[in-house]
């Protein structure tokens, strides 16, 4: 496997495609494997708090929880413990945008002004553009004064408006620069071609359907049942967030269960045509597809995407050509977890 670029690219899109203000720090404990250790084994060995799934061909081969949810408390993560996914959220938000394409409601290769004509620059970006980041809008979470705003319950048109007035960064199409605020107006859209909620329709049209009961908007869904606490890099509990704030770009929660369910379905095209996947997998600029960044090496193609959010730490690497999927889903923000990933893969391949 070309692991060099492989690492590269999980590590870029671990620390980069996120929805942290900044990186109080980044702890990396990971040690070496030993051939013939057993993922268990190395897993054990690791000082980490979270959730660890792999699948290979298809077939469960770990399924784990390391730790406390609470670490006041003595209740243990296991498979159907809701963690904070962050910007792996937006693999769920791009997914959403082509169940609208395949029912007639939106064309992705149309202007964002065909649905939002009231958009400043709407003419001259796609949606498209939007999902592969090449749009050029500002990235809100990188405004100066976003610790504030992250505190604060915001609606998607008073998120939009933060960033809809200012000049682009470069014309649509041209570059890739990683944008919250694109997917954000993905969401806003969402809303406004189907009538309902971003909530609503993640839920209606994904969730439900692939009885993912444990994922949703937030954590508000499921109160206090079996809810991972986020905590910093040094141990202390995470600072708060409003999760408006995030909303279709890094908002979603989700377990190792529910995870192993979506993962599944692309299988059997439960949500998304053979064509419709195509459209989701296809790389552009930086090798971004669209919720997905794509690399290649002896396991074939592989789709990952990493996630970053107030205490939490998340990444899911799929593996279609084996059939093989890790997530990694740590309540530590700054943990590095597609370093661990990447680790878990080498130690596959090894036995």
Same mark, same amino acid.
């Given at each position: 496997?070309?692991?060099?670029?492989?690492?590269?690219?999980?590590?870029?899109?671990?620390?980069?495609?996120?929805?942290?203000?900044?990186?109080?720090?980044?702890?990396?404990?990971?040690?070496?494997?030993?051939?013939?250790?057993?993922?268990?084994?190395?897993?054990?060995?690791?000082?980490?708090?979270?959730?660890?799934?792999?699948?290979?061909?298809?077939?469960?081969?770990?399924?784990?929880?390391?730790?406390?949810?609470?670490?006041?408390?003595?209740?243990?993560?296991?498979?159907?413990?809701?963690?904070?996914?962050?910007?792996?959220?937006?693999?769920?938000? +791009?997914?959403?945008?082509?169940?609208?394409?395949?029912?007639?409601?939106?064309?992705?290769?149309?202007?964002?002004?065909?649905?939002?004509?009231?958009?400043?620059?709407?003419?001259?970006?796609?949606?498209?553009?939007?999902?592969?980041?090449?749009?050029?809008?500002?990235?809100?979470?990188?405004?100066?004064?976003?610790?504030?705003?992250?505190?604060?319950?915001?609606?998607?048109?008073?998120?939009?408006?933060?960033?809809?007035?200012?000049?682009?960064?470069?014309?649509?199409?041209?570059?890739?620069?990683?944008?919250?605020?694109?997917?954000?107006?993905?969401?806003?859209?969402?809303?406004?071609?189907?009538?309902?909620?971003?909530?609503?329709?993640?839920?209606?049209?994904?969730?439900?359907?692939?009885?993912?009961?444990?994922?949703?908007?937030?954590?508000?869904?499921?109160?206090?049942?079996?809810?991972?606490?986020?905590?910093?890099?040094?141990?202390?509990?995470?600072?708060?967030?409003?999760?408006?704030?995030?909303?279709?770009?890094? +908002?979603?929660?989700?377990?190792?269960?529910?995870?192993?369910?979506?993962?599944?379905?692309?299988?059997?095209?439960?949500?998304?045509?053979? +064509?419709?996947? +195509?459209?989701?997998?296809?790389?552009?600029?930086?090798?971004?597809?669209?919720?997905?960044?794509?690399?290649?090496?002896?396991?074939?193609?592989?789709?990952?995407?990493?996630?970053?959010?107030?205490?939490?730490?998340?990444?899911?690497?799929?593996?279609?050509?084996?059939?093989?999927?890790?997530?990694?889903?740590?309540?530590?923000?700054?943990?590095?977890?597609?370093?661990?990933?990447?680790?878990?893969?080498?130690?596959?391949?090894?036995?």
């Amino acid at each position: 496997m070309n692991t060099v670029k492989f690492k590269q690219n999980v590590k870029f899109f671990t620390l980069l495609l996120s929805l942290c203000l900044l990186l109080s720090g980044c702890r990396n404990n990971l040690v070496p494997f030993t051939k013939g250790q057993s993922v268990d084994q190395y897993v054990d060995s690791l000082s980490f708090s979270g959730a660890v799934l792999i699948v290979d061909q298809g077939e469960i081969v770990l399924s784990k929880g390391v730790g406390l949810v609470d670490r006041k408390g003595t209740e243990t993560i296991n498979a159907d413990t809701v963690f904070r996914l962050g910007s792996v959220s937006k693999q769920f938000t +791009a997914t959403a945008i082509l169940l609208l394409q395949q029912k007639g409601l939106l064309n992705i290769d149309e202007p964002v002004a065909t649905y939002l004509p009231d958009f400043p620059h709407g003419d001259i970006i796609s949606i498209k553009n939007l999902l592969q980041h090449t749009s050029g809008i500002p990235n809100y979470t990188e405004f100066k004064n976003f610790g504030v705003i992250a505190t604060q319950y915001h609606s998607p048109a008073q998120l939009v408006a933060m960033f809809k007035d200012l000049p682009l960064e470069f014309t649509p199409g041209t570059r890739f620069n990683y944008s919250n605020s694109g997917y954000v107006l993905l969401g806003y859209l969402i809303e406004v071609v189907s009538g309902i909620s971003y909530e609503e329709f993640i839920t209606t049209e994904i969730f439900s359907p692939l009885l993912m009961t444990r994922s949703g908007y937030g954590e508000n869904t499921f109160g206090n049942d079996n809810i991972a606490h986020g905590y910093t890099s040094f141990g202390a509990p995470a600072s708060s967030i409003d999760m408006s704030v995030p909303y279709a770009a890094g +908002a979603l929660s989700s377990t190792l269960n529910d995870l192993f369910r979506w993962d599944h379905s692309f299988y059997e095209n439960a949500l998304l045509t053979k +064509a419709s996947k +195509a459209l989701l997998y296809r790389p552009g600029l930086n090798n971004y597809a669209m919720g997905w960044a794509v690399s290649t090496g002896d396991n074939g193609r592989v789709y990952h995407h990493g996630g970053l959010i107030h205490g939490f730490s998340s990444f899911i690497a799929r593996y279609p050509e084996e059939q093989r999927l890790i997530v990694v889903l740590a309540n530590e923000e700054g943990y590095d977890v597609a370093g661990l990933a990447d680790q878990l893969n080498k130690l596959i391949n090894s036995n």
